[in-house]
């Protein structure tokens, strides 16, 4: 969250789960970014200012699960 943003956005973790990596890919499919999330705690925080408008998705990986979020960029 915020989504939209402008400029910056949290990852926030309740579930507890370990949450290894996420990867941050445009509509094409190109991954833009990787970023660790190994001792992220309960949130980490993105800056996408720098990012084109779009639609991005957010792909999440645990030990155990993948997760894709959508993220609009005003």
Same mark, same amino acid.
């Given at each position: 969250f915020p989504n939209p943003t402008t400029s910056?956005?949290?990852i926030r973790n309740d #579930? /507890?789960?370990v949450l290894l990596s996420a990867d941050i890919i445009d509509?094409? /499919?190109r991954v833009v970014k990787t970023v660790s999330l190994n001792n992220? /705690?309960?949130e980490k925080e993105? #800056?996408?200012f720098s $990012? #084109?408008?779009g639609? $991005?998705?957010v792909r999440i990986r645990s030990d155990n699960h993948t997760i894709v979020?959508?993220?609009v960029k005003m």
């Open positions: 910056n956005f949290v #579930s /507890g789960q509509i094409n /499919g992220m /705690g309960k993105f #800056s996408v $990012y #084109s408008p639609f $991005y998705f979020k959508r993220l």
